[in-house]
């Protein structure tokens, strides 16, 4: 019989991989208002790694189980406990810990999902399908027609945000750091993609015909920052969710003064905090909806059992994959 494993840390560090280790663990009795949940598959995201070493925004309390989202089948209820059905296929909590081949949640905390959905993509649901779905919803009134930009654009908060835009009819200038990167973001239903670089708002206005850019979104900081602000409508925003080059983010007294350019920040944590439980499940059923419709999606680049727990974490630390990681603890 499989052992059942946990991926764990009780240090953090430089190199991810060396402070997390697969570990067997007893699966706890359940109480009342449980429920078991058997793991199918949980992404090892970004900030996941940056977790590992120290350098996110908020860090769990030591020993941890590593991962923040995934999806798993119900198998077992504690004692009078209503709710999801065992067999169900739910999204697991954020921030649970799911690294794991089991999981003990409170089972009001979980969130059922659409019957023959792919669980792989289901698993991704939690973390970036939201982010880009909030960037774009929650800073500018955008309408059909409408263009927007944005950098890292071969990320996966990125893939997802070009296409819930094609999906609204609003048009999306891509940036990207390398051009052997293009092609894949073109792949993805991009309008424009571009390699970064000190004329990019030149080339963003040739390549629009001159459209005003509604919203920037930024993932990397630094000049790119500037780059991106250097390429907008007057008055319109740079949203930063992410911080890739490790550099403050930069903005042109010009366009900060004579264009009102204005520089805000994203953090889904916060807004899991302050946002109500049923607006939540609200955006999470309409995404999935339409991951099971086949109309959002993202690439996966390889899959680990959590055995595997160090390669796989090496195999997510490293540039240019082509995809996300997963784990499959139960695959």
Known sequence: MKANLQARYTERGAIPEAVIEAVPFELPALKPGQALIEVLAAPINPSDVLILTGQYGALPPLPAIGGNEGVGRVVALGPDTAGVAVG??????VGSGTWTTHLVVDAARLIALPDGADHQQLSMLAVNPPTAALLLRDFVDLQPGDWI???????????????LAALRGVRTVN??????????????GADVVLVDGDDLAARVSAATEGAAI??????????????LASTLAQGAPVVAYGALSGQPAELSPRDLIFNDITLKGFWLARWFRTTAPAQQVELFAELAGLIAEGKLGAPVAATYDLSRIKEAVAA????????????????
């Not at 930009?149 to 296409?163: D, F, R, T």
């Open 149 to 163: 930009i944005q950098n890292a654009a071969n990320s996966a908060v990125a893939g997802y945000l070009i296409q």
């Open 88 to 93: 169900r296929v739910v999204l697991l909590p």
């Open 316 to 331: 997510a630390a490293q540039g240019e994959r082509s995809g996300k990681i997963l784990i499959t603890p139960n695959a």
């Open 214 to 227: 509604k919203l920037a979104v930024d993932a990397v900081g630094g000049a790119a920052t500037r780059r």
């Open 175 to 188: 940036v990207v750091r390398r051009e052997s990167a293009v092609a894949g973001v073109a792949a993805l």
